[in-house]
């Protein structure tokens, strides 16, 4: 199990960028200890999200500015890794139905 965080002073296409790097890294390789796939990966889906909520309100970067800015990517649900979180979903639904019918 590893955690990354990134920390720095951000624009805002910026830092979108970065937390869709890490969303999509996360829904890819989060999910694979039970820990994880009951406790970590949602915990750090959510904490990922409130952390885009603060950078979208951040004001766009001024022309100009130094340093390159770092390219948008693909939106998180758009990335070919965000298919892995199907696996614990039908594995989640699949559990729930044998519980509801007796059969667990």
């Known amino acids: 199990m ?3 965080s990134v920390s720095g002073p951000f624009c805002q296409p910026c830092g979108t ?3 869709r790097d890490l969303s999509g890294k996360t829904l890819w390789q989060g999910w ?3 820990l994880s796939l009951v406790l970590f990966t949602p915990a750090t ?3 990922n ?3 885009l909520a603060r950078l979208n309100k951040l004001p766009p970067p ?3 500015q130094p340093g390159p800015q770092l390219m948008l990517g693909v939106p998180v649900l758009r990335r070919l890794s965000s298919l892995a979180a199907v696996v614990p979903l039908v594995w989640a ?3 729930i139905a ?7």
């Not at 519980?99 to 667990?104: H, S």
């Open 93 to 95: 639904i699949w559990m």
């Open 2 to 4: 590893r955690f990354s």
């Open 45 to 47: 889906l959510i904490v």
């Open 32 to 34: 694979w200890s039970p």
């Open 98 to 104: 044998r519980i509801a019918n007796g059969t667990a």
């Open 17 to 19: 960028s970065i937390f």
């Open 62 to 64: 001024i022309p100009g």
């Open 49 to 51: 999200r409130v952390a």
